[in-house]
DNA sequence: TTTCTTGCAAAACATTTGCAAATCG
DNA sequence: CGATTTGCAAATGTTTTGCAAGAAA
């Protein structure tokens, strides 16, 4: 179905390790994993195979708050949040009121056609442990 | 009134800069500026200065989506909307619902502290110009 | 003098690119 | 064959760091 290129031993595990991720993981994570299962991919393939899986809509890709991005394989429309004490990314789900997003097309002009939403708190886990250091 | 440091010459000179833009300046952007009123400062300089005056509250960093950190000298509490045609930057006031906010530490079981919202579309200029490349 | 800052250059990353070789259809 | 993709290494761009020299308290 897809027009050009198509899903190479490459992609396909990249596919495969970001959608079974539940953590997000960046380039180098993705790295990381491929060697564990012993792929051995050039870097500058895998920053491919992200991109091509991102234009194709198979997985987006996250610019949270660190520097480098992140993957998530679920493309359906949500938000995320990240824990300031341990680090974890969660999704969010609960979509923002429509009557907001007027609001701010109207006060800025804009016809709006993306948000992308990164809240930070502590998680319900981080809540209970008493830690306070990141790690 | 600061406990450390003080507002030296190369802090003042890039503190003004960032104040007196209204684009968001990028820490290149900054030393561009800096180079046309004479200023030749180190980037290490330029990038511990913007530090400091971010961890001392006088400016934001802004994480877009672009790779380089935007600086913002409006301290408010305030988001960000971008213009996917001409890339300008504008500031957006209204502030997220509560309900909208407490339903999602609900759902996440996170208690939020921050968050950060990147809105894109089509600013007010660029609706009427039918231009339609970015730049 | 003790502490903070600067300047400079090198290092550290994340990411992209150029090009030849390999692969796919 | 012709187009795409890979591997590799080098280049790019942003930001950080180490360290000696300079300025300030």
Redesign the pocket.
Known sequence: MTR???L?V??KAILDIVSGASDHP???DVIERLKIQGF??????V???L?YLTDEGLIRELKLDG???RYDARVEEHQHIVCVKCGKVDEVFAAPPADWLTQIAEETGYAIEDQHFVFKGVCAACKTSKRNTLQ
Chains 1, 2 share one sequence.
Do not use: E, L
Not at 40 to 45: L, P, V
């Open positions: 050009k290129g198509h190479t490459q992609r960046t380039a180098s051995n991919f050039a870097y500058g393939t920053y491919n195979s991109r520097d480098a991005s």
